[in-house]
């Protein structure tokens, strides 16, 4: 099983390529209908203006080791259903966004290589140049 990071946009093209999205937001877009992830989710405060990002980031690692990095792969592992596993939020990969932050828990606790997830049709490859 492989875990990857993704938004909502691209669960047409995850399912595509047999990628479990399970959204890991507080609340699911309409037209979703697949596996949600509660337990790491950012809390309603954390998503309201009145909470700067230094605070979010303190408060969201505070949920991910109260959580415990063994206990998150439990349930990943579980909600997977032995495919590779999208975790998916709103935000596009360039903007902050507590999937990143949560891979990176579990890249460092768990050495899991969680990476965001790339079509390889929408990879450009420069061409060599000799000059």
């Known amino acids: 099983m492989r ?18 999205p399970v959204s890991i937001s507080r609340w699911k877009p309409k037209f979703y209908e697949g596996k949600m992830m509660l337990s790491v989710a ?9 909470c ?5 980031i303190r408060l969201y690692k505070k949920i991910l080791e ?3 990095a063994g206990n998150i792969f439990q349930e990943i592992k579980s909600l997977s259903g032995g495919k590779d596993i999208a975790l998916c939020c709103y935000e596009t990969p360039e903007k902050f966004c507590h ?8 890249n460092t606790e768990l050495n899991l290589g969680v990476n965001e997830f790339e ?6 490859i420069e061409e060599p140049t000799l000059f």
């Open 119 to 124: 079509d390889e049709k929408e990879v450009k």
């Open 42 to 50: 950012p809390t309603p405060y954390m998503l309201s203006e009145s």
């Open 3 to 20: 875990i990857y990071t993704s938004y909502f946009g691209k669960i047409k093209k995850l399912r595509e390529r047999n990628i479990e």
């Open 66 to 68: 109260n959580r415990g």
């Open 99 to 106: 999937r990143h932050l949560l891979a990176d828990f579990l």
């Open 52 to 56: 700067s990002r230094e605070e979010y």
